[in-house]
């Protein structure tokens, strides 16, 4: 059965700073990862998807790398704002054990930026 | 940039009751799905839905669920006789295909809530 697991679960940093989010999966036959941002009561929004065959993925001050091998994959945040504070959260489309095609996530990283 | 919307935003309903949640997909999106996050709890897969038919679904998706798509637009989500744990965000999402570079999209979720 594919776990994600998100470290760390919380996370608080100054503004400017530079930051690093990680992800890990268990199994690593996966088709792709995503990385979404959920503000407080509200969706989730799609921030990178890292197809399986890809290493990494920039977007703006985000950049997500993925090392499909080792099950792993880092949300980079550059310069850190107020305006990034939410959760992170990565999930992996895989199909697993059960043969069913799905989004399998994470916890989550909440992440305050302090201004 | 087009979005995924559900409504409503929050329905409160008495255990026991039929409930059914509301979403319009993308409009050139072909495939689409139903998530429910119970508060402080992962994001967990429900069903997908293709060609007017389930795909997958997970445990979670008993017999008290179905899923419909009743004209070109909307896409709902029927809980039959709802259960206190049935408590939970619902979202929404869909994707142009299931390959392994298409983001899935988000809508901003039914806070739904049984008394």
């Known amino acids: 059965k594919q776990e994600v697991t998100q470290i760390p679960a919380a996370l608080s940093v100054p503004e400017g700073e530079n930051l690093v989010l990680n992800c890990s999966f268990t199994?690593?036959?996966?088709?792709?990862l995503q990385w979404f941002r959920q503000d407080p009561g509200k969706g989730l929004t799609s921030l990178l998807l890292i197809q399986s065959s890809q290493r990494e993925q920039t977007s703006g001050r985000l950049n997500a790398s993925l090392d499909k091998s080792s099950g792993r994959s880092t949300l980079y945040i550059a310069a850190s704002q107020p305006g990034d504070s939410a959760t992170y959260l990565c999930?992996?489309?895989?199909?697993?054990?059960?043969?069913?095609?799905?989004?399998?996530f994470g916890s989550g990283t909440r992440l305050q930026v302090q201004p | 940039e087009p979005e995924v919307t559900q409504t409503p935003s929050h329905q409160v309903t008495q255990m026991g009751q039929e409930v059914i949640l509301r979403c319009v997909p993308i409009?050139?999106?072909?495939?689409f799905y139903w998530y429910r996050q119970i508060l402080g709890q992962k994001v967990e897969f429900l069903v997908s839905f293709y060609n007017n038919e389930i795909s997958e679904k997970s445990e979670i998706f008993d017999d008290q669920f179905s899923v419909e798509r009743p004209d070109g637009s909307n896409f709902t989500l029927k809980i039959r006789s709802t259960k206190l744990e049935d408590s939970a965000m619902y979202f929404c999402?869909?994707?142009?295909?299931?390959?392994?570079?298409?983001?899935?999209?988000f809508g901003d979720g039914t806070r739904l809530s049984i008394l």
């Open positions: 999930a992996v489309l895989s199909r697993g054990d059960t043969g069913r095609r799905a989004l399998t």
């Open positions: 199994d690593s036959a996966i088709y792709n």
């Open positions: 999402a869909s994707s142009f295909g299931t390959v392994g570079n298409q983001p899935q999209h």
């Open positions: 409009s050139n999106h072909l495939y």
